[in-house]
Nanobody, 115 residues
Framework: QVQLVESGGGLVQPGGSLRLSCAASGSIFVGKTMGWYRQAPGKERELVASITSGGMADYTESVKGRFTLTRDNPKKTVYLQINSLKPEDTAVYYC?????????WGRGTQVTVSS
């Protein structure tokens, strides 16, 4: 059984920073690609960043230069550092793990950017 637990969301002013964490349970974390999606009110869920088991990260264009995704394999945890937050970053952020057959989802953490 795979469980993904996100943390680190909250209310932040524009220009601020947050670090989201996602802790995985189970041995399936090893060798698997992880990622973060987000869903803003009234919008479709979008993939914002992913990272391979080897640590190679990729980002959607709108977050490049502001988001940094890293992973700590011994801790089975991925971290999404978000800088220079904008109101349009407001969304529920979901951690995902792709086994190649199944995609596992966390329950999400709310990020709200507002003055």
């Amino acid at each position: 059984q795979v469980q993904l637990v996100e943390s680190g969301g909250g209310l932040v002013q524009p220009g601020g920073s947050l670090r989201l964490s996602c802790a995985a349970s189970g041995s399936i974390f090893v060798g698997k690609t992880m990622g973060w999606y987000r869903q803003a009110p009234g919008k479709e869920r979008e993939l914002v960043a992913s990272i391979t088991s080897g640590g190679m990260a990729d980002y959607t264009e709108s977050v490049k230069g502001r988001f940094t995704l890293t992973r700590d394999n011994p801790k089975k945890t991925v971290y999404l550092q978000i800088n220079s937050l904008k109101p349009e970053d407001t969304a529920v952020y979901y951690c995902v793990l792709s086994s190649g057959v199944t995609t596992y989802w966390g329950r999400g953490t709310q990020v709200t950017v507002s003055s």
